[in-house]
């Protein structure tokens, strides 16, 4: 039987795999998706999400995806490595998301740019569809890709963008950006998501012990034990599911019903007494 089982669950709660069914949404991540939505809607073009290692842009990702499948009218891909090392390359690549037929062994850059152009305006304006490419991960898109989106974005109708772009990465991305002209102005969302706070930090955990079956009235994990993970964490959100998954293991194995602040600050010690002390194998996680 599996631990989660064990303490009424029907699924593991603490899963760091981006399911959307288990994404938490703060104040913040709620802001970003409804305001995507409605650049997305409005095909505005350009948005940009930025957010610190393990604040939940990949799982803010997947739920962007799963609230475009309940709309009608959007063709929408997603890149989540966006490493390309030539502009040939991402370009073909793009082609490729796209499924458009042409030889691509063949075809020159000017082939690619003009064929991309013509699919965007087939979608965008005889279909009229709304294109949209989201890019994870997208502080390591290279200059040139960044360069090679740029234009893409230049493709419009006197009313609306023909390729509607979501940007989501690391802080450093910004860095980058504001180095190439005429591009982060593009933007008509920008937002930057930060960690939990303590109450948002609770809240998550009882939220995904919630979607994992738990029904029980008192929570499975007591309140200092809660606040000691807070503390730990500092609400990263990833860093908050590696701990309570460690503590849920460790709360089974000690025959314990609830997890409490004792077993969270054995997990802290384990980790010190290992050379990984909790700022390092909790907080960079």
């Known amino acids: 039987m599996s631990y989660f089982k064990i303490l009424g669950l029907n699924k593991e709660p603490f899963s760091t795999s981006p399911d959307p069914e288990f994404f938490y949404q703060s104040l913040g991540h709620k802001t970003v998706i409804t305001n995507l939505v409605i650049e997305l809607r409005l095909r505005r073009g350009m ?3 930025l957010g610190d290692v393990g604040t939940g842009k990949t799982t803010l990702s997947r739920k962007l995806v799963q609230s475009l499948r309940d709309r009608e009218g959007f063709v929408f891909h997603i890149i989540m490595d966006p490493l390309y090392e030539s502009e040939h390359l991402f370009l073909s690549s793009l082609v490729r998301i796209f499924g458009i037929e042409m030889d691509l062994k063949s075809a ?3 082939d690619l740019k ?4 013509h699919f965007l305006f087939k979608k965008g304006v005889t279909e009229n569809k709304t294109v949209v490419l989201i890019v994870d991960e997208a502080q390591k898109l290279e200059p040139k890709s960044l360069e090679v989106l740029r234009v893409l974005l230049n493709y419009e109708t006197n009313e609306y963008k023909l390729l ?3 940007l989501l990465g690391q802080l450093e991305l910004h860095s980058t950006i504001i180095k190439i ?3 982060i102005d593009r933007a008509g969302f920008k937002y930057t998501l930060n960690p939990l706070d303590a109450d948002e930090t609770r809240e998550m955990i009882d939220f995904r012990l919630s ?3 738990y029904d029980k009235k ?3 994990f007591q309140e200092k034990a809660i606040k000691r993970i807070y503390h730990v964490t500092r609400g990263y959100p990833r860093k908050v599911s590696l701990i309570c998954h460690r503590a849920l293991k460790l709360t089974v194995m000690k025959n314990n019903v609830v997890v409490d602040e004792r077993t969270i600050r054995e997990i802290i010690d384990q980790d010190a007494q290992n050379g990984w002390p ?3 194998s909790i907080l960079k996680g």
């Open 47 to 49: 948005s940009i999400v």
């Open 181 to 183: 002209p005429n591009f």
């Open 278 to 280: 909790a700022s390092n």
């Open 164 to 166: 509607q772009l979501v």
């Open 114 to 117: 003009e064929a991309l152009e």
């Open 211 to 213: 979607q994992a079956g």
């Open 108 to 110: 020159s850059l000017l």
């Open 218 to 220: 008192a929570s499975l």
